[in-house]
């Protein structure tokens, strides 16, 4: 894997799903530290892209008892580890999709909210990426994007902000600093 810019690597292999399940993992950033960084109203239809095993989807799905999460990952061997986790933890109130962030088979304005972690260094065309997400948004609707230290795919932040403004979202707000990190913006 490497981790130039513009040179993506593709999905990360579902074998190493479990990686991404390491307990010491919260130490960097915990589901719940997320969803105080989402601060999503309990009734958000919410999609998230890539969640692989659902490390964070389950306390998302917390977040909004009367909402919906939609969990979009191109490797149905991921959304198998996810449906699987939060089926154990008694969570409904969730959709599963196969599919490429790349080319959403979603309706457009449909989302209040969407996020990502650790995704938008895998895809081949992040701008791309950005834009179908601002396509499946409604107007004013969030989307926030998380990088994570230790992911090679990693983008810094000052590209992240750069990309989110080239497809037409305001960056409002940014969360922790280093290669640690969570920006919101608005569509
Ligand atoms: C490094 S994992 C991160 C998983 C999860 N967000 C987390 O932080 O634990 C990246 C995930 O993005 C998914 N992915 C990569 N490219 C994708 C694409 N073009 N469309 C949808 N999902 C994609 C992968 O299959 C994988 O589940």
Do not use: C, K
């Not at 601002?134 to 090679?152: A, F, I, Y």
Request: hydrophobic share 40%.
């Amino acid at each position: 894997m490497s981790g130039h810019h513009g040179h993506a690597a593709g999905p990360m292999p579902y074998t190493r799903a479990r990686h991404l399940l390491h307990p010491l993992r919260g130490l960097i950033l915990s589901p719940t530290a997320l969803a105080r960084r989402l601060d999503l109203p309990p009734d958000a239809a919410v999609l998230e892209i890539g969640p692989g095993p659902g490390y964070f989807s389950v306390e998302i799905a917390r977040a909004i008892p009367e909402g919906t999460l939609w969990l979009l990952d191109i490797q149905p061997e991921m959304l198998a580890m996810a449906q699987e986790r939060l089926e154990r933890s008694g969570i409904r109130n969730v959709r599963y999709v196969e599919g490429d962030a790349l080319r959403l088979p979603l309706e457009a304005g449909s989302f209040d909210a969407a996020f990502l972690v650790a995704v938008l260094g895998e895809l081949p065309d992040a701008a791309a990426g950005l834009s179908e997400l601002h396509r499946v948004l409604r107007p004013g609707g969030l989307l926030s994007v998380t990088e994570q230290v230790g992911d090679p795919d990693a983008r810094p932040l000052h590209e992240v902000r750069r990309l989110l403004e080239s497809a037409g979202y305001t960056v409002e707000r940014t969360f922790g600093r280093g290669r640690t990190f969570t920006v919101n913006a608005r569509r």
